[in-house]
């Protein structure tokens, strides 16, 4: 197996997801216990980085606590390359802005911990529900888009109120990732 990757991530109660329909075929939708919004993606960077930056959330979270986010979720959007998206993911509806900054500020600062540097890119909440599997053709792409245009989650409302450290899970054919550490957010 690759060097697995590492990230933190607001888990998201997901147990709609085995109720949006069928996906089509060359897909694979993300079990609920998978189903997170990232706030800061690390990638291969190694356990004792992703152990820094653990340390660096848990001064934060003392210093200036972050208090839950209500959010909703709004439409399905494919992400990633256009031709090519490696995702199909529920943008945030309520709740969009202040998410955005806290991945902005503090997603910024755990990155910048454990890689060295703050994602050049502007934050895009997003929740993940679905990705194309290896070898899904321009047509499977196109059936995923259709997929997702029909899908309705505008009753979908959440709250964020854990910050959790991921990495791979042992058993990626169940599911993708599997939780290290987790931190409960508290309204202040």
């Keep these: ?14 147990a709609f997801v085995r109720e ?13 216990e998978d189903v997170h919004l990232t706030l800061a993606f690390l990638g291969g960077v190694g356990e004792a ?8 959330l848990d001064g934060r979270l003392r210093a200036e606590p972050v208090r839950p986010f209500d959010v909703s979720l709004a439409e399905v959007v494919p ?9 199909l993911s529920a943008l945030l509806g309520e709740g969009r802005a202040p998410v955005a900054a806290c991945l902005t500020e503090l997603g910024g600062r755990l990155c910048e911990v454990a ?4 994602p050049s890119r502007p934050a895009k909440p997003h929740v993940t529900l679905a990705r194309p599997r290896r070898g899904a053709t321009d047509a499977d792409r196109a ?8 899908v309705e989650l505008s009753g979908v409302r959440r709250r964020l109120d854990r910050i ?20 409960t957010l508290v309204a202040t």
């Design 1 to 14: 197996m690759p060097r697995p990757n590492w990230f933190f991530a607001f888990p998201v109660e997901a």
């Design 20 to 32: 949006l329909g069928a996906l089509p075929p060359h897909f694979r939708l993300f079990h609920p």
């Design 49 to 56: 980085a992703a152990e820094r930056a653990l340390a660096e």
């Design 79 to 87: 992400m990633g390359s256009p031709r090519r998206y490696t995702a």
């Design 115 to 118: 890689l060295g540097r703050r």
């Design 143 to 150: 059936d995923g888009l259709a997929w997702a245009r029909a």
């Design 164 to 183: 959790a450290l991921y990495t791979w899970s042992d058993q990626r054919k169940e599911r993708l990732f599997k939780i290290v550490a987790e931190r």
